[in-house]
C-alpha cells in the first residue's frame, strides 16, 4: 500500500528566514549560529536579492495598474514608500516601489463594456529630449521613464488635453522584490527560487566564513539562478506548421 503524501503545497511560504540562514550555514559545513551571524546574514540576503534586480525580469514581480491623467500634467511619481512620498492617483492606489514600466497603453472607457485601448510607445531620454514643447496637449502615444533612488518618474507626451484627462494610462510595471524582514518571515518569492536562495546566500557568507569554498558555492549557485531565471520566464503557444513534401519535384 503507497504512502500517504502531505497534500500541502506551502513549503516555500512556512520557510523562514532564520531557516534559509541555518540551511545556508550548514552547506558550509557550520551549526549553531550566533546573534551576530543572524544579523550578518540577513543584510546578505538583502543585499543578494537587490542584486537580483540586475538578472532581468522576475515575472511573480510585474503588476498593472491603470493611471489617472490630468490635463495639463505631464508627469506622474511613483515612490519608493510613503516615506520618501506620495504614489500618482491610480486603481489601484497606493502603488511604492515600482522599478520600471514593460509597457503602456492609452486605456478608454476604462470600466466600460466598449473599453479600447491603444499602444503608446516607450523612448529613451534622448528622444524625450528632443520634443520641442513637452508640454503642448493633445493625445498621449509616447512616455518616458525615469527612474530615480527613492521614485520611478512616467512621463507622458503630448500632455493630456481636457478631452483626453478622462482616459486612462495602463500599464505592466516590475515591482521590487520585498526587503528580509523579521527572521520569522517568508521571502517574496515564489517556490522555484528557494533552491537559487539558499545557494546564492551560502556563496554570500562563504566570502565571510569559508573563503575555501567561495569558488564551488558560487558555481551551485549561479547554475541554480540560471535554471530558476529559465523557468520564470513567460511562454507563448507555440504552433508547428508540418513542411509537405512532394517527392521527384
Known amino acids: 500500500m503507497a504512502n500517504a503524501t502531505s497534500g500541502t503545497t506551502t ?78 492617483t491610480s486603481n489601484p492606489n497606493g502603488v511604492y516601489g515600482m522599478s520600471d514600466v514593460l509597457e503602456a497603453q492609452l486605456r478608454n472607457n476604462r470600466t466600460a463594456t466598449n473599453q479600447s485601448d491603444s499602444p503608446m510607445t516607450k523612448v529613451d531620454r534622448s528622444t524625450y529630449a528632443a520634443f520641442s514643447n513637452k508640454l503642448s496637449q493633445g493625445t498621449p502615444n509616447q512616455y518616458w521613464v525615469q527612474r530615480f533612488i527613492d521614485h520611478v518618474s512616467i512621463n507622458v507626451y503630448p500632455t493630456p488635453d481636457a478631452t483626453n484627462a478622462s482616459k486612462d494610462v495602463h500599464f505592466y510595471f516590475i515591482k521590487r522584490i520585498q526587503d528580509v524582514g523579521a527572521y520569522t518571515n517568508a521571502t517574496d518569492m515564489p517556490f522555484r527560487f528557494v533552491p537559487c536562495m539558499v545557494s546564492g546566500l551560502a556563496y554570500y557568507l562563504s566570502m ?16 541554480e539562478l540560471a535554471r530558476a531565471l529559465a523557468e520564470d520566464g513567460s511562454a507563448s503557444s507555440t504552433f508547428i506548421t508540418p513542411k509537405a513534401y512532394y517527392p521527384g519535384t
Not at 73 to 79: D, H, L, N, P, R
Not at 208 to 223: S, V
Open 11 to 88: 513549503f516555500d511560504k512556512t520557510f523562514s528566514i532564520d531557516e534559509i540562514i541555518e540551511e545556508a550555514f550548514e552547506r558550509l559545513g557550520q551549526q549553531d549560529v550566533t546573534g551576530y551571524q543572524l544579523k550578518t546574514s540577513r543584510r546578505s540576503l538583502n543585499i543578494m536579492l537587490q542584486e537580483w534586480g540586475n538578472r532581468g525580469i522576475h515575472y511573480w514581480e510585474i503588476g498593472e495598474l491603470d493611471l489617472d491623467l490630468i490635463q495639463g500634467q505631464s508627469e506622474y511619481k511613483f515612490f519608493r514608500s510613503t516615506a520618501d512620498g506620495t504614489s500618482a
Open 208 to 223: 565571510k566564513y569559508a573563503p575555501q569554498m567561495t569558488q564551488p558555492m558560487k558555481l551551485y549557485y549561479e547554475d
